[in-house]
Structures are given as C-alpha cells and as structure tokens.
C-alpha cells in the first residue's frame, strides 16, 4: 500500500537533484559488480524512487571507499519502471527491466522495486533467472506467500527479499500493540467490504481471539453508501473499548466523521489504508484526532543517535532528509554487501546464484531498522510495524501527513 | 444503553434520514406526476446542491468544523447558504428542462429519459473535474448542542434538519393545494391537454415543477452536507436511488405519499442496520418496496391513473 503515500511523498516535493552516480574511486583492478536498482523513477512517485534509491548510494559509497570487499567494486544501476504514459510504475516495464537485469550476468543482485504492482510482474522473471532482489517498500504479503509460489517463485528458491513487514503483519500487531498501550478488553470490528479493508478485519478478528480480546460484532459497510449512524448507533449500544477498521479511505472517511458524533470516546484504529493524506484532509480536525494508523516499515525514528547521524548524512549528500524508505533501501543494500562478503570471504565465486544464497542467510544484528535476517520465504524474521495516532499539531499545516500522524511506537509482535 | 433508548435513538437517526430522502422525493414526484418522466439529473442536482452549499459556506469564511456560529449570524449564514443553494439549483433544473428536455417533449419512448441520464453524468463529470472526486470537508457553523433523552442523544442539527424539511414540506403543500400555479401543477398533472384547453400555460407549469423538484434537491442536498459534515462527488447515486425508491414506495406523483416514502425509507433503513447488519438495509428496503408495489401496485398513497393517454 505504499502507492498513497508516496504520491503525498511527492506531492509535498521537494527536489532532489541527485543521480545514482556511485563514485568509483576504486582501484582499476577491481571487479565491477553490478547492482539493480529498480525504482519508478517517472512519475508520480519520482520524488520518493529517488529518496530511496539514495539510501542504497550511500551504503555502497561506504562499501566502494572502505573497500568493505576485497577486489570489488558494487556498481549501482538505475532501471526505471515508471513510464510517463502510466503517470506511476508500470508493471510491464518493471518486467522489461527484470528480463534486462537477467540477460546481463553482469548484475549479482538488485534492490527495488518500490511497488507490489511492480513487484508481482517480477519475481517470476527474477526467479528464473535465480537474481535476488531486496525491496525497501512493496508489502503486498502474496508475493512471498508460499501459498503462491508457484506464480511468483516458480523456481523454488526466495529471490524476493525485503526489509519491511508485510501487509499480513499490520493487523495482528495493531492489536497487540492496543492491548498493551490502552488496555482494550472488548472491540467492534468494522470493514469496507474491499480485499484489502476484509482481510485486514479478518486479521483483526483472529488475533483479538487469540489475544482474548472480546469481538462484540463485525459489520460490513458499504463504501458507497453515505450514512454509517445506524451502525455506529448499534456499535454505541454494545460499548466497546475500540472499534477497529480494516478499509482505506472511502468508507473510512465518513466515518470517522460519524464516529466523533456518535462515539467520541472509544478508541479507533485502521491499517495503513488510513495512514494517508485523504484520509487526514477529508476528514479534518476534530473528527480525526486521536485515530490510530499502522505502516508496513519501521519508521525513521530521529531520537534514536544512529539514525539521527544517517539523516544528516543523507541530507548533507543530497539535499533532502531520508525517508523512512531511504533507511529500509540503505538496509537492503547493506545486505547485499554483507551476503557479498561472505561469499568472497568463503573463497567462493561471486555470482548472483552465491550471492542469492548468501542473502537467504544473511545475519546483521544492528542496523538502523533492527535486526536483519530473512526466513525462507525472503521476509524478515522480525517484521517491524509502526504505529502513529493522529494528533493536532496546529504549528505544522494540518494535511501533512508526517506532522499530523505521530509516531507511538513499534507495534509488540506478540 | 437501554433497548428502549437504542430505538429511540435509531428512530431519531432514521426520521433525519427520512427528512432528507423526503425532500429528494418530492422533486421525482413532482416531475413524474406532471411528465410521466422519471428524472434521473435529480441525482446529481442534489450533489451539486451540497457542493454549492460547500461552496457558498467557505464564502462566508467557515471551514471545516473549526468555527461554530450562534444566534442571528448564524441564522443569516443558514438562509443566504439554503436561498443560494436552491435558487442555483432550481435555475439548474430550469436549464436542463427548457434547453435539453422541452425539444424532446414531442419525442415518444424513452429519450427524454435516457437525456436526464446524460445530464446526470454531464453534471457529475463537471464536479469531478473541477472540485474533484476525494472526500470535501463540509463546513458546518452549527453548535455542537446535544440533548440526552434517556441513553439517545438528540443533537442541534437533527432538530434543524427536521424543522426545514417539515417547513419547506409544508410550503409546498400549501403552494400546491392553494396557489394559482400550484393549482395548474395539479390540474396539468391530471390532464395536460385539458389544461392547456382551460388557458393554462403548460411549459410554464413545467418549468415551475422543475425549479421547484430542483431548489428541494439543493435544499437536501445541503442538508447533507450539514449532518454528514462531507461533500463527495459520489453521493447522488445512493441518496437518489433511496429517495426515487421512496417516491415509488409513497405512489410517484403524490406529494404525500413522497413524503411519507422518504420518512419510511429513513426509517427502515436504520432499524435493519440495527437488528440486520447494514450490508443487508438494501436488500431489505428493496423488498419491502416489491412487496408494497405487488400489494398495491400504485404506492402507498397513490393512485392509478386509468385514463391518461
């Protein structure tokens, strides 16, 4: 679900001059490896493909002047997939690019792409052709669901890494996350009637099961229709603790606008379908204070020393502050170097088949994001989700979305 | 919460429905019970409605909910928002029906309605690519005072809400039953060519009906924005449907009866999103007008009528 907020990401523009020129001040005897980096450079998610492929520049400028490996030099490659008749990525052109990146034995590894769309067209080219790729943002869960292997891994083998959460995670963890901070006892649990909104309720529901958290009800809206008070009147007369939303904005606006009416007082939660800048405006204040929105990625968390250090970095490199993608991209090429090392290091030869494998198990146990290793399926073992709660914030405008959603805090896996 | 409170509270949600499924009716009513035509541009007069009323209301400074007014200003705002709101919204219906309706009046079969489609869609592109197609944040000046009736709440704008739609129900009643023009609707209603024959002025009578449907569908459709605090490019659809089902449900072309149609359409609808669950409020209020029209096939309060030509 990235794709809303990205499209904010650029909207609220600010521009970023750099290219992925990775300096090469390497040794000439070096060996060149070349890394994809596949991002929808076109578009309207320009701005955000270029903030995070800066995140991998970096970890590979480190890499090129520290000589982190021995005799070779990682050489960034940028591949478009945002096409200007798509306005966005475009899922043929991210399997032009996936096939390119195959031919060319050239290429060891990639990183990208930002977009599920994107990135369901290329796995399976990737799989056959056995070329790992970390994506920093894409969270669709199905891509690396076993249950589909067979359409996006035909080969077996995890090839799609990545170094955020999947949607499947943003239920549960939301859960968990409200009955440890607020106590919540009883809920209501309320959809939208899409795929997405229907299976995020359906998480909802099994989880406060497990959790003993009571289901008073389940209800379905209808995004079309205008009028959610009879609902919300009935949801009233049971008095739960929270009422959870598993839907985008659509139905979610109106109501979170009747749900102030008829209950102020009750907690209220969704996924990342409401961490968005629709969701914020259409609403508006005070209707939208106090909801609760979950992301799919570990959020930049500037209080934390390390990660402050990364920001100023980045922005003295580039121009403009990272975003949280740039870390998760910064992340996934730090494991593309480190799966690079191993290989070298067993005295193996460097080839995307070794460097896949040496993905699968990379271990780094302190990075920006937390620690980093992949199960068989190429996620993260620890999938970290953030949760922000919309607060008024009258000194910023009140449609940003990164002043108006305040960060609380990662989300307890358990 | 008390079961008692719950239907109370569910009644008072459902008659404010009502009070706007009503007033949306009598604009179908009107036009149907003069034309034989089923207008469907009413739908998206009253999303125009509520996005003039917006328009109108940002005009005036308000946004959002973040200024509540009291007293004569707010009065003041409310009249000039509904009289800009009705008058452009009746001016609407005027121009769909003089330039697009009345060259199709000598025109048999189904092409003046399939034109009040076009018109609807006409209506609704135009919307969508000027103010567009998110989610507007109505302003509402109205103070948030709420009364506690055992367990229910009965707020401000409920009480508002029914008092113009009660007011504005009742104007036309007494326009229709007593005034000279009102009297030409019922009698070219009854009888277009003897109408004309008794000297009255047809397109005239027309056109009234049409300004008249329209201005209540703006009138509504501000009356929307108002409880929902929301304006959207895609509200016509649902809202029409409920109110056209309830000018059916009440007998198309009563004005009563499209009345009595919206209040229990409202009504219906919040009871079987109580005991049902509100994915199935369709289902029930579509049967329940099988049902009806099965049973008597003219609506509630309407009549057949057995020897129009």
């Known amino acids: 679900m990235l794709t809303r907020r990205s499209a904010f990401k650029a909207a609220a523009g600010i521009a970023a001059t750099a290219t992925l020129g990775v300096s090469q001040s390497a040794h000439a005897a070096d060996k060149v490896l070349k890394i994809g980096m596949d991002a929808s450079f076109t578009g309207a998610d320009s701005e955000s493909a270029t903030r995070v492929a800066n995140g991998a520049i970096i970890a590979f400028e480190d890499a090129n002047k520290a000589k982190t490996v021995k005799g070779y030099t990682f050489q960034l490659v940028k591949l478009d997939d945002g096409t200007a008749t798509a306005g966005q990525y475009d899922p043929a052109q991210a399997a032009t690019n996936a096939r390119t990146m195959v031919a060319d034995k050239g290429y060891v590894a990639a990183l990208g792409p930002q977009m599920s769309g994107a990135g369901k067209a290329m796995s399976p080219i990737l799989s056959a052709g056995n070329l790992a790729i970390i994506t920093p943002s894409s969270t669709n869960p199905d891509i690396t669901d076993p249950k589909f292997a067979a359409q996006y891994r035909p080969n077996g083998k995890a090839i799609y890494f990545r170094t955020v959460a999947t949607d499947a995670f943003q239920g549960p963890y939301m859960v968990n996350y409200l009955v440890k901070a607020r106590g919540i006892k009883k809920v209501y649990i309320l959809d939208d009637s899409g795929a997405y909104g229907v299976g995020l309720a359906d998480a909802y529901e099994r989880q406060c099961k497990a959790k003993g958290v009571e289901v008073l009800g389940r209800d379905r809206l ?16 049971l008095a739960p603790d929270a009422v959870l939303y598993g ?104 080839n995307r088949d070794t460097v896949r494998d040496a993905i699968e ?7 920006l994001i937390g620690p980093i290793t992949f199960n068989e399926n190429g996620d993260l073992k620890n999938p970290v989700i953030s949760v922000f709660q919309i607060k008024k914030d009258t000194t910023h405008p009140l449609d940003d979305v990164d002043a108006q959603y305040h960060y609380a805090g990662v989300a307890p896996q358990v | 919460m008390t079961a008692f409170d719950l239907f109370l509270q569910q009644a008072i949600n459902g008659l404010s429905l009502g009070a706007m499924y009503s007033l949306l009716a009598l604009g ?3 036009v149907y019970g003069i034309m034989e035509l089923i207008n469907f541009s009413h739908f998206n007069v009253f999303m125009v409605g509520c996005m003039i009323a917006m328009v109108t209301l940002k005009l005036f400074g308000l946004n959002g909910q973040d200024t509540i007014l009291t007293g004569l200003p707010l009065i003041g705002v409310m009249l000039v928002g509904f009289f800009v709101t009705m008058t452009l919204c009746g001016g609407i219906g005027v121009f769909i029906e003089r330039l697009l309706l009345r060259p199709l009046r000598a025109v048999k079969g189904p092409a003046p309605m399939i034109t009040t489609i076009g018109v609807s869609y006409v209506l609704f592109n135009i919307i969508l690519l000027t103010i567009g197609g998110d989610s507007k944040n109505f302003p509402n000046p109205l103070p948030p005072i709420a009364f506690n009736i ?17 007011l504005l129900m009742g104007g036309l009643t007494y326009f229709v039953q007593y005034t000279k023009l009102g009297k030409a609707i019922r009698a070219t209603a009854q009888d277009q060519e003897a109408a ?110 057995p020897n129009k030509s």
């Open chain 2, 150 to 166: 055992g367990g229910a709440v009965l707020r401000l704008r409920e009480i508002l809400i029914w008092i113009i739609a009660v």
């Open chain 1, 361 to 367: 198990k990379v271990n780094l146990p302190h990075t």
């Open chain 2, 28 to 30: 179908f009513t009107l």
């Open chain 1, 222 to 237: 209808d995004p079309k229709a205008a009028d959610y008070a009879t609902i919300l009147t009935k949801v009233k007369s």
């Open chain 1, 247 to 350: 839907g985008v904005g659509q139905a979610g606006v109106k109501l979170a606008k009747q749900a102030y009416e008829i209950i102020p007082n009750v907690i209220k939660a969704g996924g990342d379908g409401v961490f968005a800048v629709d969701f914020l405006k259409g609403v508006g204040f005070p209707a939208v204070d106090g909801w609760y929105a979950s992301n799919a990625s570990p959020h930049k968390d500037d209080t934390n020393k390390e990660t402050a250090e990364f920001s100023k970095r980045f922005t003295a490199r580039f121009g403009v502050a990272p975003d949280d993608y740039s870390i998760t991209c910064y992340t996934g090429a730090l494991a593309i170097i480190q799966a690079v090392k191993t290989v070298v290091a067993a005295g193996k030869t460097v």
């Open chain 2, 196 to 305: 004309r024959m008794m000297g009255i002025e047809v397109d005239r009578v027309i056109m009234s009906a049409f300004f008249i449907g329209s201005a209540l569908a703006g009138a509504s459709g501000m009356i929307f924005g108002l409880y929902y605090n929301l304006a959207k490019v895609d509200i016509g659809f649902g809202a029409g449907l409920r109110a056209f089902t309830a000018a059916v449900l009440g007998g198309i072309g009563n004005v009563p009866g499209a009345m009595l149609g919206g209040v229990l359409i409202g009504l219906i609808e919040s009871s079987s999103g109580q005991f049902l669950g509100s994915a199935w409020s369709d289902v029930v209020i579509f049967s329940i007008l099988v049902l009806v029209l099965v049973l008597k096939p003219a609506g509630l309060l309407g009549r057949l009528a």
